[in-house]
């Protein structure tokens, strides 16, 4: 399948947005999507989410002969797969320019930095050594596949052990589990790619783009870099171009994110020793749990306001405690409409619940005032500390929101419409609605 | 190969100048057109060539490697050739669009240095039954003017010449293994004899007439043409192969009065070409350091 | 550390330049007649050959109806590097690289020019000696204004690495990127001073990414006098053949 165009509109809009510090999802132009570890029962397989985006990673190894130019490391090969799974727009089984890219950026994020200890992947030198195969499926595609599945690599290289050996003479023992505990990999440092797109003639880079913002972006750029702030890997490129002020901007950016990534990689792995040396169950059932939407990006409404809650009037608070069966809701929802436009055009309405920035109509003489604010978050947002707080306040607002997603489906529909407006005709919404309900 | 667009008048005209001896550049139906050569300019290589032949460039690399003989001959060494159609000569190389055509070349080219006569690979042999050289023949066609079997083996017979193969100084039998050592001087070297080495010659029937080194746009007016192998040896010239290519046919005296033309054609194409060669390794001396023109001329 | 003897206490390197020179930069257009931009350029011991076809019409599926299709191969000769390459092109690397020149070309290349058209450049390397990208880049840019294809302005590209853990190298040749540490490699448009494509990798801190960014883009400005110093004599004497096109004077 091809893949659909994307609009001028569409386009223009995500641009016009971004231009008032404004983006699709709610999101602060420094913030990232939630990342999500998981690891699966087997060694070496996880499962990481960045916000709507998945990869699933899984480690396998065998034995095998090692390159004549280097007769005593193992080898390390990376593959990623982007199946129609993913996006319908990819084929199964082809080499396109977008798989040939993330697998290189890959590559050369984890192999030419020499993050994995590859000398004591070898058995024998010469003859055998341990061959890994990094796999990554991306599960779903909602942007910024590559931070996603470097985590994945990362991880999955961190959680895995392979099998221990015995070498009597030319004879080679591979130890089941139960005989000899498994070794884990030795990595000599943590590197996690993260990125950036660019808009505005490349003056204002904003992080983990999601597919739509990718789309019309100018430029993007990848940062693999590890947490001692050492770059491994470095890729830009789009049509238009960046001056290095940004870039060096972001790269100090990129590592402060890349420490935390790491940190949060190193803690999930730690929750996993720890349930399994008590026995608990280890697994994918957790993630069963996690999240209910599972589609393609494109299908779904791409706009939502995730942070922002509505201060509704008395009227509406009543209609929405009302309703309580799902059949209704889409009858009901279409009656809020005209209510919460109101609200929105007139009062402007909507707080945001995480730095009390009010969200104001375009035409208002506040936003000005209001851009300042934003910047102000974002000189801030450099620090350590205050990323770490907002990153926690973040999932305590997603996992509030996703709350009250469940609780007051209507408001979050009536929510949408005003500004959704503006990109798309109103049939989507309602999609979006049953679906959250769903 | 390269296609070029040409009216039905153009065709016409080029048809009626081949039949008049008279050629649209001025040729008449035996005459080439002029050569440029450089060896040597490829410095990761062994021995390298850059032929141009009007619009027709080449570049030929040669590239040595030791090897085990193959066990039906043990007493031999290998040559391979590989030719690239590089998308700079045509868009519709890109990718592997170029490929047939260089199978065909290739192929014409290995049948013809088949012959022990023409090209000998015992003296490849170091050990027999344990180590030879291999010699990989790599062609790169930049830019098609037509001819390009001819201008591929020319280049490839200078690209010879210019190979220099390290000595071997000494071998160690360890048990089953062979250890050789090699020469640490680089002017310490073996050359290859090229005197026999086959050249090949297409003679491209146009009309009722053949004609030797067709241009890009007379091979479009020719509906076959003969490409000829021939091998010198002892004032004598040899067929080594015949290879027709295009779709029509040739009546046996047409047949056998190109393949006359051919053969003079090769002696008198070999003998200016040994006589270019020996200049160039006079002009420089034989190892001197020399300026390399490449493509900047 | 094998980084340590790139450069020597004389502040020479293993090449004998300084760590701010460049490599000799010599370079010709036009030196085929069928396409309709053609360059070759070398720098130190990296040859490169670049053509371009086009502007011409875009086949349907691809065309596109507001800007023009860069289309990109890069090749290297089986010969071109110590070892012999068993393929030309289609492995990863290359195929990476060509998406990397897709993009620089596209940074500069004035694509709304040309609707619904595409343009194809076509790199061979003839020989690889450090710094493939740049000199792809670099030739390319020579080819596509002999080819007259409005560009917004020159491209060229440079790599710089790090000596000795603190020492910037300019334009780093195939054994130092071995033996040294991580090479960046930028592209930048240098009148303007911005950057079309950066790729870096190896590990590297990111303190001295600024002073490392710094050099590359300076190789970058000195590049670019070169390319304009050659293309400035070629128009001369393409012109001066043709009398300036004053034919009819």
């Not at chain 1, 730690?270 to 697994?283: F, P």
């Not at chain 2, 270019?276 to 001396?285: C, M, V, Y």
Request: hydrophobic share 35%; proline share 3%.
């Amino acid at each position: 399948m091809k893949e659909t165009p994307l609009s001028n509109c569409e386009k223009a809009f995500v641009v016009q947005a971004i231009k008032e510090r404004l983006r699709l999802d709610g999101r602060k132009l420094e913030e990232f999507r939630p990342l999500k570890i998981n690891f699966g029962a087997e060694w070496g397989s996880a499962h990481v989410t960045l916000g709507e985006t998945r990869v699933l990673a899984q480690v396998s190894c065998e034995l095998g002969q090692p390159k004549a130019t280097r007769p005593n490391e193992g080898l390390l090969y990376i593959n990623v797969e982007l199946s129609p799974m993913a996006a319908l727009h990819f084929e199964a089984g082809r080499n396109s320019e977008l798989t040939v890219q993330i697998n290189r950026i890959l590559e050369r994020t984890f192999k030419d930095s020499r993050c994995v200890d590859l000398e004591s992947l070898c058995v024998s030198a010469e003859d055998k050594v341990w061959i890994l195969r990094v796999d990554l499926n991306v599960l779903n595609h909602e942007g910024n596949i590559i931070d996603c599945a470097s985590v994945a690599a990362l991880c999955a290289l961190a959680h895995f052990k392979h099998p221990d050996v015995t070498v009597t003479g030319e004879e080679i023992k591979i130890h089941t589990s139960a005989e000899k505990d498994p070794i884990p990999i030795v990595l000599h440092h943590y590197p996690v790619c993260v990125s950036y797109a660019t808009f505005q003639n490349g003056e204002v880079a904003i992080a983990d783009p999601t597919v739509i913002e990718e789309r019309s972006s100018e430029a993007n750029m990848v940062f693999g870099i590890n947490s001692y702030r050492e770059l491994c890997c470095l890729n830009l490129g789009g049509t238009t171009l960046t001056s290095s002020n940004l870039l060096l901007q972001c790269s100090s950016r990129a590592a402060n994110r890349a420490k935390q990534v790491v940190d949060q990689i190193k803690a999930a792995l730690a929750t996993d020793a720890e349930a399994r040396s008590a026995d608990q169950s280890v697994g994918f059932t957790e993630c069963l749990k996690m999240n209910t939407i599972n589609s393609l990006a494109q299908d779904r409404l791409s706009l939502r306001l995730r942070r922002f809650n509505f201060t509704l009037d008395d009227d509406f608070r009543n209609m929405s405690s009302n309703s309580a069966g799902a059949p209704d809701i889409k009858a009901e929802g279409d009656d809020s409409l005209p209510d919460a436009t109101r609200i929105d055009e007139n009062t402007g309405l909507l707080n945001s619940n995480q730095s009390n920035v009010r969200w104001v109509p375009e035409d208002s003489s506040d936003s000005d005032e209001d851009e300042h604010i934003f910047e102000k978050g974002d000189e801030s947002g450099g620090a350590d500390s205050d990323d770490k707080d907002l990153e926690e306040e973040l999932e305590n607002v997603a996992e509030e929101m996703a709350y009250k997603r469940q609780s007051q489906p209507i408001s979050k529909g009536g929510s949408q419409q005003p500004v959704k407006r503006n990109i798309d005709n109103s049939s989507d919404s309602e999609e979006e609605t049953t679906m959250v309900l769903g | 190969m390269a296609n070029i667009l040409l009216s039905d008048a153009e065709k016409t005209f080029i048809l009626h100048g081949v039949e008049e001896d008279f050629r649209c550049d001025g040729r008449t139906r035996r005459d080439y057109r002029p050569m440029e050569l450089e060896t040597g300019i490829v410095s990761h290589a062994s021995g390298s060539a850059r032929l141009r032949l009007a619009n027709t460039d080449i570049l030929v690399g040669i590239k040595t490697e030791i090897d085990v003989p193959s066990p039906y001959n043990i007493d031999k060494g290998k040559i391979e050739f590989f030719i690239d159609c590089s998308a700079n000569a045509t868009p519709e190389f890109e990718g592997r669009g170029g490929e047939e055509l260089a199978q065909e070349i290739s192929d014409t080219l290995a049948k013809s240095y088949q012959s022990g006569q023409a090209f000998d690979l015992r003296k490849l042999c170091i050990l027999p039954g344990q180590q030879c050289w291999k010699l990989y023949v790599d062609i790169l066609i930049l830019e098609c003017g037509g001819n390009l079997f001819d201008a591929v083996s020319l280049a490839v017979k200078a690209a010879l010449f210019n190979t220099k193969i390290p000595r071997v100084t000494a071998a160690l039998m360890d048990g089953g293994n062979v250890d050789l050592s090699l020469s640490d001087d680089p002017y310490d070297c073996n050359r290859i004899e090229i005197n026999q080495i086959p050249i090949l010659v297409t003679v491209c029937k146009i009309g009722d007439s053949c004609v030797v080194d067709p241009s890009a746009e007379e091979e479009q007016c020719s509906a076959a043409s003969v490409v000829v192998g021939v091998s010198q040896r002892d004032n004598k010239s040899f067929l080594t192969n015949i290879h027709m290519c295009g779709v029509g046919s040739f009546h046996q005296e047409t047949l056998e009065s190109s393949v006359e033309l051919g053969l003079s054609a090769a002696e008198k194409l070999d003998e200016e070409l040994l006589i270019a060669l020996k200049l160039e390794e006079e002009r420089f001396g034989k190892y001197g350091k020399k300026e390399i023109f490449g493509f900047l001329r | 550390m094998a980084n340590q003897d790139l450069l020597s206490d004389q502040g020479l390197r293993l090449d004998g330049r300084r760590a701010h020179e460049l490599r000799r930069i010599r370079c010709k257009l036009g030196v085929f007649s069928q396409p309709d931009g053609s360059a070759y350029l070398e720098q130190g011991n990296t040859k490169v050959l670049a053509a371009v076809y086009g502007p011409h019409q875009a086949p349907g599926k691809k065309s596109n109806h507001s800007e023009v299709i860069v289309n990109c191969q890069y090749s290297m000769a089986v010969f071109s590097t110590g070892e012999r390459k068993n393929r030309p092109r289609g492995d990863r690397k290359s195929q990476e690289m060509t998406i990397h020149l897709q993009q620089t070309l596209r940074a500069a290349i004035k694509t709304e020019l040309y609707p619904r058209s595409q343009i194809d450049v076509f790199i061979e390397v003839l020989q690889a000696d450090g710094g493939n990208y740049c000199a792809s880049v670099n030739a390319a840019t020579l080819a596509l204004i002999d080819a007259g294809i409005c560009l917004k302005e020159y491209v060229c590209a440079c790599t710089a690495s790090l000596a000795n853990g603190n020492v910037p190298l300019m334009d780093v040749s195939h054994l130092e990127e071995v033996s040294g540490g991580a090479t960046l490699s930028v592209a930048s448009l240098p009148s303007s001073n911005k950057i079309a494509f950066m790729e870096m990798s190896q590990r590297f801190h990111l303190d001295h990414l600024p002073k490392v960014l710094d050099h590359a883009l300076q190789g970058c400005q000195q590049i670019m006098s070169i390319l304009d110093k050659a293309v400035r004599e070629h128009l001369a004497l393409v012109g001066s053949a043709s009398d300036w096109g004053n034919i009819a004077k």
